[in-house]
């Protein structure tokens, strides 16, 4: 185990047996079904831990499944969004992130790669020629 799971570890082990309240939603169950939250995971749905309207006061914020479970899929609706916003490669039709710079233009992996593989298959002169290729060229010979 990493130091920083044996510390966690540590943590929940600390923590009472016996039922908790979800500082959520307020459902009373068994250790279980309604765990104590880290302070590091106490959040919920873009909430901060402060905001728990069922919070006992002196014991760390607790979740029960269903919170959880809404607290996961919040987070994945999250990544998905911001996935969503980032850039796009620049290739006409291609829906893919852009991750690479190729001679100004940005592209995705993929179109990265067929690129490069259409420059340097021309040999010598290619390869010299790359250093000197615009954004223009670059565009068209990916889109081929």
Same mark, same amino acid.
């Given at each position: 185990?990493?130091?920083?799971?044996?510390?966690?570890?540590? @943590? /929940?082990?600390?923590? $009472?047996?016996?039922? &908790?309240?979800?500082? @959520?939603? +307020?459902?009373? +169950?068994? /250790?279980? =079904?309604? *765990? $104590?939250?880290? $302070?590091?995971?106490?959040?919920?749905?873009?909430?901060d831990a402060s905001e728990a309207p069922h919070a006992v006061a002196g014991r760390p914020t607790a %979740?029960?499944?269903?919170?959880? =479970?809404? #607290?996961?899929? &919040?987070? !994945?609706?999250?990544? !998905?969004?911001? %996935?969503?916003?980032? $850039?796009?490669?620049?290739?006409?039709?291609? %829906? %893919? !992130? *852009?991750? @690479? =710079?190729?001679? +100004? #233009? @940005?592209?995705?992996?993929?179109?990265?790669?067929?690129?490069l593989r259409k420059v340097y298959s021309g040999g010598m002169c290619a390869m010299l020629g790359s250093?000197?290729?615009?954004?223009? #060229?670059?565009? #068209?010979?990916?889109?081929?």
């Amino acid at each position: 185990m990493s130091k920083t799971s044996k510390t966690m570890a540590r @943590w /929940y082990d600390a923590q $009472p047996k016996g039922d &908790w309240t979800c500082s @959520w939603c +307020g459902t009373v +169950g068994p /250790y279980h =079904n309604v *765990q $104590p939250q880290h $302070p590091r995971h106490a959040s919920h749905c873009g909430q901060d831990a402060s905001e728990a309207p069922h919070a006992v006061a002196g014991r760390p914020t607790a %979740r029960c499944c269903e919170c959880h =479970n809404a #607290a996961v899929a &919040w987070s !994945r609706d999250e990544r !998905r969004k911001a %996935r969503a916003a980032e $850039p796009r490669c620049e290739v006409q039709g291609c %829906r %893919r !992130r *852009q991750t @690479w =710079n190729v001679a +100004g #233009a @940005w592209m995705c992996g993929q179109h990265k790669s067929a690129t490069l593989r259409k420059v340097y298959s021309g040999g010598m002169c290619a390869m010299l020629g790359s250093a000197t290729m615009t954004r223009d #060229a670059a565009l #068209a010979l990916a889109s081929k």
